[in-house]
């Protein structure tokens, strides 16, 4: 079973490039910080709107504003490497995009957000074990990250773990409540874990 990250960008070999199922937020207004001065919103800040994001759409926005955040540190030659990693996922070879993006954490091992591409590029490469390696010290460091739990789930799901895959799940919506889709996966995500309730 693959699990559609439900419209949600960007999860695939860390480029920006969409998942398969992503479509392109629509265009509300980006998050800004209610506060007084006109600083740019924090990690923390878009955090805390997600906890109380209307819908989906506003869900998808501001989780693409977040990897933004995430992604700001990026240098040149990283992104070079995230690029042909994208090109290398566009091309159904996500083994040499998982090397692309492991030589990228090797130039900028601090971008802690090249795990969780890495790991999105691992699982399309049927590297589910090298995915949950990665996942697991990417959401240690970043625990926030609705997205890194939503691919944990895929991942648990192709190792056939609907458990750990529900756990996941359930992080994802504790962290996005309007994730899109997100109740009705959460529901067939319960169903396979525990069978039908008697």
């Known amino acids: 079973m693959y699990i559609a990250l439900a419209g949600l960008p960007a999860a695939t070999a860390a480029t920006g490039a969409p998942l398969p ?16 001065g006109d600083h740019a919103p924090t990690l923390a800040d878009l955090s805390a709107a997600l906890l109380h994001a209307v819908d ?44 692309d993006l492991g030589d990228a954490m090797a130039l900028q091992p601090d971008l802690t957000i090249l795990r969780r591409d890495r790991a999105a590029a691992a699982i399309a490469g049927g590297h589910d074990n090298d995915a949950i390696t ?7 460091a970043e625990p926030d990250d609705p997205q890194g739990w939503a691919i944990l789930t895929q991942a648990e799901v192709a190792r056939k773990d609907m458990r750990a895959a529900f756990r996941a799940w359930q992080r994802v919506l504790a962290l996005a409540p309007q994730w899109p889709d997100g109740t009705k996966q959460r529901e067939s995500l319960r169903m396979q874990a525990f069978g039908r309730p008697t």
């Open 21 to 36: 199922h992503a479509a392109a937020p629509s265009s509300p207004t980006p998050f800004r910080a209610r506060a007084t």
């Open 134 to 140: 990665d996942l697991g010290l990417y959401l240690q």
């Open 56 to 99: 989906g759409t506003r869900t998808r926005l501001l989780v693409a504003q977040m990897d933004t955040l995430r992604r700001a540190k990026t240098a040149p030659a990283t992104a070079l490497l995230q690029r042909r990693a994208a090109r290398d996922m566009e091309a159904q070879q996500p083994d040499s995009a998982v090397e």
